[in-house]
């Protein structure tokens, strides 16, 4: 089955600069790649996510980049602020099921 | 708008005890259901997914089982409760077809004594 590793376990940031996760995933049949991010106590939400047939997308200070050659893709979040500390996860779909990464605890200090 | 709603929020229960988990989505009809475990500070993993009433597919073997009653009911239980069974529990749905986004609630967290 597929198999998702997400580095680094957790990131601290200056506020202002930016934040990158990395994503590797195992099967080639994968084509779907979400990305979440958690607030304590609540449900993973939707950020971001990019299909196969495209090579990079972005929504404001997010953007995801994919690489199928090499099977993995990343988050990077620009000019971050407090609010985007979170715990973030990468998740890669084949034969129709997600498997997650780990997670990444993401802290953003003033 | 779909809202996926998930209760109890936290609950606490004996070991060997029964669970009903429920979890219902608004808004939305025939979706793809899932329920998902997340132990602390790990990712998530996938329990059940129904793609339809009475349909139920099981990923992992374990303690729990998951039913279907209504299209958008989806209800996770357990006879017995072990203290493995600790965690907390996600609901989602997506979509169809297939690769629809999965939008999660905000989950149970559930302790076993």
């Known amino acids: 089955g597929e198999n998702v590793e997400q580095h680094p376990s957790t990131l601290s940031v200056q506020e202002g600069d930016s934040a990158v996760i990395k994503c590797t995933y195992s099967?080639?049949?994968?084509?779907?790649f979400p990305w979440y991010k958690q607030e304590l106590g609540k449900g993973p939400q939707l950020i971001i996510d990019?299909?196969?047939?495209?090579g990079e997308k972005k929504d404001q200070r997010i953007a995801v980049t994919l690489n199928k050659t090499a099977k993995h893709f990343s988050l990077h979040i620009t000019e971050t602020q407090p609010e985007d500390s979170a715990v973030y996860f990468c998740?890669?779909?084949?034969?129709?099921?997600?498997?997650f990464g780990a997670g990444t605890q993401v802290v953003v200090t003033p | 708008s779909q809202t996926i709603h998930q209760w109890p929020a936290t609950l606490v229960q004996p070991v060997g005890s029964p669970l009903s988990l429920e979890c219902t989505v608004e808004?939305?009809?025939?979706?793809?259901l899932y329920w998902y475990r997340q132990a602390a500070g790990r990712g998530l993993q996938l329990l059940f997914y129904?793609?339809?009433?009475?349909?139920i597919s099981s990923e992992v073997p374990q303690n729990l089982s998951a039913s279907r009653p209504q299209d958008r009911q989806f209800i996770l239980s357990s006879k017995k409760l072990l203290l493995s069974d600790s965690g907390f529990y996600l609901c989602?749905?997506?979509?169809?077809?297939?690769?629809?986004?999965?939008?999660f609630g905000d989950g149970t967290r559930l302790s076993i004594l």
């Open positions: 989602a749905w997506s979509g169809s077809p297939i690769h629809q986004p999965q939008h």
């Open positions: 099967d080639s049949a994968s084509n779907y």
């Open positions: 990019i299909r196969s047939n495209v």
């Open positions: 998740a890669a779909m084949a034969w129709g099921k997600l498997q």
């Open positions: 808004g939305t009809s025939n979706p793809n």
């Open positions: 129904s793609v339809g009433i009475g349909q």
